[in-house]
């Protein structure tokens, strides 16, 4: 990585505290719900789903926490997202950029970007109930979001990086003065 690129990606600390949180959990929920499952309490279908539910959240958090791909790189030749889009998103695909800051105690903000319909078309977003931090952005019909909750930088950090190469500048123009 060179002194003008950045690359996010999730925090490790919080990402493996979430996997493990979820797999103590489902260890207990199997534990008292067997018993109470055993005693007539409540049904073994009801178990089953609870701990079935929460050991694929803790299976998913420890699949994030061990994958060390950047979310995002910003560089000279636009925007990466590696596990999203096959190609960089060029500077001049970009039509607005924006951040947003959290409320919660722990987040980064949300990233917005708008983008050329060409550009939104090679860009997979994924649900964020699934733990997938680049989305669809609500309300455009080309925009996509980055949360930036549980990664290693805040949407303001992604915000400044991109402010060196967007709105991209004409090369000619540039070497003119």
């Given at each position: 990585m060179n002194r003008h690129e950045l690359a996010v990606r999730r925090s490790r600390v919080i990402t493996g505290l979430n996997a493990a949180m979820a797999g103590l959990v489902a260890v207990a929920a199997a534990w008292f719900g067997i018993g109470?499952?055993?005693?007539?309490?409540?049904?073994?279908?009801a178990v089953a789903t609870v701990v079935t539910l929460l050991c694929f959240y803790a299976w998913t958090g420890a699949r994030h926490f061990l994958d060390a791909r950047?979310?995002?790189?910003?560089?000279?030749d636009g925007l990466l997202l590696p596990q999203h889009a096959e190609a960089p998103i060029p500077w001049d695909a970009i039509q607005r950029v924006g951040a947003s800051r959290s409320f919660a105690l722990v987040g980064g903000g949300r990233l917005d970007l708008d983008l050329t319909p060409?550009?939104?078309?090679?860009?997979?977003?994924?649900?964020?109930l699934m733990g997938d931090h680049v989305v669809k952005m609500v309300g455009s019909p080309f925009g996509i979001s980055l949360l930036?909750?549980?990664?290693?930088?805040?949407a303001s950090d992604m915000l400044a990086a991109i402010g060196q190469y967007?709105?991209?500048?004409?090369a000619a123009a540039d070497a003119t003065g």
């Open positions: 109470d499952a055993m005693a007539g309490g409540t049904s073994w279908l950047p979310l995002l790189v910003v560089g000279p060409e550009a939104f078309a090679g860009v997979r977003v994924g649900q964020r930036a909750q549980g990664l290693d930088r805040p967007w709105p991209a500048r004409d």
